[in-house]
Nanobody, 121 residues
């Protein structure tokens, strides 16, 4: 099984910054894409940002464009999310997502346990 270890959440004032990190480990043959999703209070889980492992192409939710930056370290199977100019509406549990293929298996989406980000006004 793939293990996803997230870190970097916390409490920050509006306008501040946080960096989330997610490291994947396990019998991984390949990673197709990595990304971050979030679920705010009383809301559905939504995409924040994704990054391709092949060409590094990125995709962002409109609400975070220009404020968040996703990056990856393929050698370490790690994805980072640099969050700046944070707003109270960014408050949510942030989940790491990895689309990976394990040795002898088929592609599958794996989820982290989630890390809380709280932005105070």
């Amino acid at each position: 099984q793939v293990q996803l270890v997230e870190s970097g959440g916390g409490l920050v004032q509006a306008g501040g910054s946080l960096r989330l990190s997610c490291a994947a480990s396990g019998p991984i043959f390949s990673i197709n894409a990595m990304g971050w999703y979030r679920q705010g209070p009383g809301k559905e889980r939504e995409l924040v940002a994704t990054i391709s492992s092949s060409d590094g192409s990125t995709n962002y939710a409109d609400s975070v464009k220009g404020r968040f930056t996703i990056s990856r370290d393929n050698a370490k199977n790690t994805v980072l999310l640099q969050m700046s100019s944070l707003k109270p509406e960014d408050t949510a549990v942030y989940y790491c997502n990895v689309a990976a293929t394990l040795w002898g298996s088929i592609p599958y989406n794996y989820w982290g346990q989630g890390t809380q980000v709280t932005v105070s006004s």
